[in-house]
């Protein structure tokens, strides 16, 4: 009997005062340490976030998330942020949290050395690096298919690369918007949804992150796709045999935001990462390790010449419109190109 | 009862009170984010959802996905069972089937997903020596098969230890009473485990309708299924409402096997260790044309799974995948370096679920299976809520209900602690249920007319009886909290972090050999782990089990 009750206590003790002693056991100490939610790939974040650390003395803590999920978190946790602040992934994502006001107004000490089209008008969100899309095709498929480059967005329906397209699903994926936005800016809406459709046909998969073609084109599995520049970058780097090109049409670019999250418990450390970021520091960062992000300090010289835009026809969208018509493009995109079928 | 039984009373109090707070509070709070339009009771976001005809068409896919998926996990389960309860092949081939079986289990499934495609995909490895052009991996087919490799270890574990169970005596009556073996196994083994086959089908059934990682990977668009539309809902267009409510349309065929289940097993007695049978005999053998099938069926199944691992250990040990094959141990460097925290994080949190867990599903079980009080199925149902219901939803819930006071739980180890156990218990409940509805309570009768007290018929008759099908259990929640990610994918945080997350990061920044060191370490953890449990199980059970004629040598690897 007596054994029997003591277990039931651990067991009723485990369940109820568990919880509480563990959520009590977490402290830390304000103004060192910075808890952040992270869309730039960790590989990145780790790399940006040791140099701050080196410069301030500010420790970062960081979980890496999709666009979606780390907007989807923060709306979640609105009552109660876990993060001080948000780093990297797509304006529009920062638009989009803005109107769900998770954001906090900063404008960091730098901040009137970035070009407007770079950062929130009202404050809400810095750019630090800007990346457009661009095609990224597998050398050996296009010699198999007796194909150049692609150089114009019409070159992708073309019959030979039927079931040989990766690129990233719109629902899901910041490139895959940034796609529509580009499409949009070249032929206006209605016909862009017509190319889409079109387009759909010669589609092997829509992958659920902006990057998760690139694998696939560099193993052989597909043939071609559109990413942003640093993803494609990425991969191209790391040895495999690809052609990065750009439809003559243009393409319109991504800005890579950073804000402070509404409510933020060390809000001194995440005002010190803005004015960091804005500093010319951050590009220099960024382009002394190979992270392929055009800085938005025009100031910083960018080596890598496959970041020259000077032969590119870059198009312009603005943050708030695509913020305010991202919804409703992606609604469109599944009724018409998904189920349309 | 309840005034004879105070023990039984307590462990209700308990029970009740922590579904009250990690299953009830999240679920209720999810209703309301379904039902309740502008403060008022409403059915507008079912309509939407309903409204369009993809989403049915996701609703009839996840179907037909679950119930494909639960038939075959289960036939290929059992046949893995039979070899190694029921044949003569040596120690070693059954330790070597059971360690292969185990493998799909013990790595998260987007991990044998990609490996999938790379042999099966476009341009796939396989399809090349095989000199199959065009076949299209994505879809139906991919996800089926990717499925049914990963789930049906779950009904191997169930299967084997109710065929560990029986009474080998039984094989020796029906023999010398003249039947053939067919006759034997058709009217004696098959409906005798057919309450782990039950359970079985419904773990499985369960599991694919909840799985939103393996449709994500391999369904493509033209295959929908409603959990992964429902995650993408809800992270590509904030929407948690309509994916929630997408996800309560999963509630309706997860109640109905549910009650089928009751149906078709409700009065039948299974009863087969009764505590009247003589010494133990080895079981017979069966019938010659039935073991050609197993040995096929195993000898394929095991080879696919050996290279499709192989293709990940390969991964991990060279430069970069298929271009530069130099060998290297860089990518372990990268994961001892930067993924000991994620490492101990999830050991850590795995060990706590399980012994809570499986404490709570000993109770649990047995409080379904040999007790009356008032509102059992209820509690029956309940426990099973969390599993029912699809991970990302239950993360979602998780993070709504406990953000706020009174319990702020988000960014603790014991929210994740919690979404485990309320989770993953359901299977050691499941099998705590299937092995006692083997166990003729008429064992426990003659423990409490001679004296002893409930507590003490609990602790001394019914526990070591049900101590393999426990193992089970707690082997596959330890392995569950290792590998699952669809719940804690939402409930991570700064302080704890997971190796599958790491893994599925890994993935979409591309880095496909990172990712493959951190699945080869993870799944040396769950090896490593699962051998010390076992033995650590056996050694201290041994001075009970010494008595008892039950082997749990044999319950798989």
Redesign the interface.
């Known amino acids: ?1 007596k ?3 003591k ?2 206590i651990v ?2 003790m ?3 005062l ?3 002693v ?2 009590a056991g ?1 402290q830390e100490k304000a103004s060192t340490t910075l ?3 992270t869309i730039m ?3 990145y974040a ?1 790399t940006v976030f040791e140099e701050f650390t080196k410069d301030t003395g500010i420790q970062v ?4 998330l ?1 666009s ?2 780390a ?3 923060l ?3 609105k ?2 942020p ?2 001080d602040a948000l780093w990297g992934g797509p304006a529009d994502t920062y638009e ?1 949290g803005v109107l ?1 006001g998770v954001f906090e107004v900063y404008v960091p000490s730098e901040a009137s050395a970035i070009p407007a089209q770079f950062k929130s008008s009202k404050g809400y969100w810095t750019g630090i690096g800007v990346i457009p899309l661009t095609f990224l095709s597998s050398n050996s498929f296009l010699k198999e298919k007796g194909l150049q480059p692609p150089t114009s967005w019409n070159d992708l329906l073309d019959p030979r690369y039927y ?2 397209l990766q690129m990233a ?5 910041g490139t895959a918007t940034e796609r529509v936005y580009s499409l949009i800016q070249v032929w206006g809406e209605d016909k862009a949804y017509e190319y889409q459709k079109q387009l759909h046909k010669n ?4 992958t ?2 902006g ?2 073609g ?3 084109i ?5 043939g071609s796709g559109i990413f942003y520049i640093v ?1 494609a970058l ?2 191209q780097q ?4 690809l052609v990065i090109s750009y439809p003559v049409e243009g393409v319109t670019y991504g800005v890579e935001g950073s804000g402070i999250v509404k409510g933020a418990k060390n809000l001194d450390a995440a005002k010190k990462l803005m004015d960091w970021a804005s500093s010319k520091r951050l590009g220099q960062v960024m382009v002394d390790n190979k992270i392929n992000y055009i800085p938005t300090r025009p100031d910083v010289v960018v080596t890598n010449p496959a970041l020259d835009m000077s032969k590119v026809k870059l198009l312009e969208t603005s943050v708030a419109w695509k913020g305010a018509n991202r ?1 409703r493009l ?2 469109r995109w ?1 009724d018409e190109v ?2 349309g079928q | 009862m309840m005034k004879r039984d105070p023990a039984l009373f307590m462990a209700l109090v308990t029970v009740w009170l922590s579904f009250a707070v990690f299953i009830f509070l999240p679920f209720l709070r999810l209703l309301g984010a379904t039902f309740v339009v502008d403060g008022k009771l409403s059915l507008a976001n079912v309509k939407t959802v309903l409204s369009k005809a993809y989403n049915v068409k996701a609703l009839y896919g996840s179907l037909v996905l679950a119930t494909a998926v639960s038939i075959t996990g289960t036939v290929v389960g059992y046949l893995f069972a039979l070899a190694v309860t029921r044949t003569r092949i040596s120690k070693v081939t059954k330790g070597i089937i059971g360690a292969v079986a185990m493998l799909p289990l013990i790595s998260p499934p987007f991990t044998s997903s990609i490996s999938l495609t790379l042999a099966l995909g476009p341009n796939g490895m396989l399809l090349k020596a095989l000199g199959i052009g065009d076949f299209s991996i994505y879809g139906f087919l991919g996800t089926w098969i990717s499925e049914t490799l990963t789930y049906f270890p779950v009904a191997f574990m169930v299967i084997t230890a109710v065929l560990n169970t029986m009474s080998a005596t039984l094989d020796d009556a029906a023999l010398s009473l003249g039947a053939s073996r067919w006759r034997m196994f058709r009217t004696l083994t098959i409906p005798l485990s057919l309450p782990a086959i039950v359970n079985s089908i419904l773990l499985l059934f369960g599991a694919s309708l909840a799985d939103f990682a393996t449709p994500l990977i391999l369904g493509g668009h033209a295959f929908p299924v409603l959990p992964t539309e429902a995650y993408l809902l809800i992270t590509g267009m904030f929407d948690l409402k309509g994916g929630a409510t997408m996800s309560f349309l999963l509630l309706v065929p997860a109640l109905l096997v549910f009650f089928l289940q009751r149906m078709m097993l409700g009065k039948k007695s299974f009863v087969s260790v009764t505590g009247k049978s003589g010494s133990r005999t080895e079981f017979a053998r069966l019938p010659q044309s039935l073991n050609v099938v197993i040995a096929v069926v195993c000898l394929i199944v095991v080879a696919f799974i050996i290279y499709l691992y192989a293709i990940i250990l390969w991964g991990s040990l060279v430069k970069v995948w298929s271009v530069n094959n130099t060998p290297t141990l860089e990518h372990y460097r990268y994961v001892f370096k930067h993924g000991q925290k994620a490492i101990k994080d999830t050991v850590l949190i795995a060990i706590i679920s399980t012994v809570i867990g499986s404490l709570l599903a000993v109770v649990i079980g047995f409080m379904i299976q040999r007790k009356e009080f008032v509102g059992r199925r209820l509690l029956e149902f309940s426990s099973m809520l969390n599993y029912a219901l699809p991970g990302t939803v239950v993360g979602i819930a998780y993070i709504i209900a406990f953000n706020t006071k009174p319990l702020v739980l988000t960014g603790t180890l014991s929210i994740l602690v919690a979404a485990y156990v309320f989770r993953y218990y359901a299977t050691g409940i499941r099998s705590v249920i299937a092995s006692l509805e083997q166990i003729d309570p008429a064992l426990e009768e003659a423990s409490l007319s001679l004296g002893a007290g409930t507590v003490r018929t609990f602790t001394h008759i019914t526990v070591p009886l049900i101590i393999p099908a426990l193992i089970s259990g707690m082997r596959y929640l330890f392995i569950h909290c290792m590998t699952a990610i669809s719940a804690t994918i939402f409930l991570v945080s700064v302080r704890w972090t997971l190796l599958t997350t790491r893994i599925l990061e890994s993935m979409t920044e591309l880095q496909f050999s990172q990712a493959s060191a951190f699945s080869i370490v993870l799944i040396a953890i769950v090896f490593l782990a699962d051998f010390i449990l076992k033995h650590v199980l056996k050694f201290t059970t041994a001075h009970i089990t010494r008595s008892q004629e039950i082997s749990y040598e044999q319950i798989g690897a």
């Open positions: 009997m054994s029997m009750k277990a039931l067991l009723s485990i369940g109820l568990l919880a509480p563990f959520a977490v808890n952040v939610y790939p960790e590989k780790t803590n960081f979980v890496r999709s979606g999920e907007l989807a978190r709306i979640a946790e009552a109660n876990q993060v989009a769900e079931n040989a699903d719109v629902r899901t994926s589609i092997q998969l829509y659920k992150s990057a998760g690139a694998m696939p560099a193993t052989g599995q597909a993803d990425d991969i790391q040895g495999y045999d919804e992606v609604q599944i998904i189920q």
